[in-house]
């Protein structure tokens, strides 16, 4: 009888030490994160979130990036946009110029994913549901930003035959923040950046991008919970927010979201108010200046639109200006360079990803009876694509 009560309280002490073991990881995955060393945290692999110029360059030699961006599905219509604004141009160093396109799963075409793709510019995730309610993703789990993500490089991969290692970045939908959820994910599924969170307070000098190695010293007021973990080697790419030319000035994240800009018929108007809040970048500490937009707004809107395109006109013929992707921008803080060797660096052209378009129709998703067309890049899925099912089998 002692031998059983033996026994059993080493199963009992077996399983207690079992059960303790992810209890144990959960805690040193959310563990706070603490104040950041610049003696220990070093580049290219960290860094602190500060307004300071990577490499310690004086803004003068410091490139100026412009990272324009676009969110929500690439489909037939936006295709035209993108084509327009973007087709035939280059910065001063004779390089193409790119985008960043943070692309939601429902509704696309994935052929024009491809497109954009061998045009130079960047795919990046913005989740497969896209779900709303907003506050959705604020409670989201490490696994359910894993079924959003994670699953959608999947998507990406077979119907649109961009290269797995193509894409390293990734907008939270509504730039809802989830605290440390989609950060973990992100390091779990191997993505280097996201460019979700907003700052209000750092814009004037801009903060640069920083990694989550140490405590972030950026604030949360858009859309929090932003997050509290140490997520070594995760990057930052903050939303700087710009300012309308009120009294007094509010910010938005979004240039199609900002309260009390110029009359959507001025020309004139918008394109000074752009460069209003590009010369704060470029006349200042040179944080990458970002364009973040929907393309609704430039479609609807010919005046805003022709004013964008006098921008882009404009700092396309500057010669320390860079219209880039957004992981370029942060491939340059990891190894900075003065601006001087960086118009003589060789220009970076993808690899071809052949795409043979296959329009596919009548299909369902596994939780629902709605039905969808998609083009794809070769083979048809059975059903429609969704979260659990990422290949549609």
């Not at 309610?133 to 079924?147: F, L």
């Not at 814009?203 to 949360?220: A, V």
């Not at 903050?238 to 309308?244: E, I, Q, S, Y």
């Not at 108010?273 to 970048?281: D, G, K, M, T």
């Amino acid at each position: 009888m002692r031998w059983s009560w033996f026994l059993l309280s080493l199963l009992a002490v077996a399983a207690l030490a079992e059960d303790a073991s992810p209890e144990e990881e959960d805690e040193e995955v959310v563990a706070e994160a603490g104040p950041c060393n610049p003696e220990t945290c070093k580049l290219p692999d960290c860094r602190c979130s500060s307004t300071d110029i990577p490499g310690n360059l004086a803004p003068r030699n410091t490139p100026q990036f412009v990272m324009v961006t676009f969110d929500d599905a690439v489909n037939v219509i936006n295709i035209e946009t993108y084509r327009e604004v973007l087709s035939g141009r280059r910065n001063k160093n004779n390089c193409p110029v790119g985008a960043t396109f943070y692309v939601s799963h429902e509704y696309t075409n994935y052929a024009l994913v491809n497109e954009i793709y061998n045009n130079g510019s960047e795919i990046a995730l913005h989740s497969i549901t896209h779900r709303t309610p907003d506050e959705w993703w604020q409670d989201a789990t490490v696994e359910d930003m894993k079924r959003e993500f994670a699953d959608q490089l999947l998507i990406m991969q077979q119907f649109g035959n961009i290269p797995r290692d193509a894409i390293s970045g990734l907008r939270m939908p509504f730039i809802q923040m989830s605290g440390n959820s989609h950060f973990q994910m992100m390091k779990e599924t191997g993505l280097t950046y996201d460019c979700s969170w907003p700052t209000v307070s750092f814009i004037n000098p801009g903060l640069w991008p920083y990694t989550l190695d140490y405590k972030s010293t950026q604030d949360c007021l858009v859309a929090p919970p932003c997050p509290t973990a140490s997520i070594p080697g995760t990057w930052v790419v903050p939303m700087v927010t710009w300012r309308n030319l009120a009294n007094p000035p509010a910010p938005c994240s979004f240039v199609d979201a900002c309260p009390s800009a110029p009359g959507l018929n001025d020309e004139d108007g918008w394109f000074r108010f752009i460069v209003s809040n590009f010369e704060r970048h470029y006349l200042g500490n040179r944080a990458p200046f970002g364009y973040f937009v929907h393309e609704g707004h430039l479609s609807s809107n010919p005046a805003v639109k022709r004013a964008f395109i006098r921008f882009l006109d404009m700092i396309n013929n500057l010669h320390d200006v860079f219209m880039v992707n957004t992981k370029d921008v942060v491939e340059w803080v990891k190894n900075p360079v003065p601006v001087n060797e960086y118009i003589r660096q060789q220009c970076k052209f993808p690899r071809h990803a052949p795409c043979f378009p296959n329009t596919c129709g009548n299909l369902r998703r596994s939780d629902s009876e709605k039905e969808y067309w998609m083009t794809v890049c070769g083979s048809c899925p059975r059903t429609y694509p969704w979260v659990n099912n990422p290949l549609g089998r």
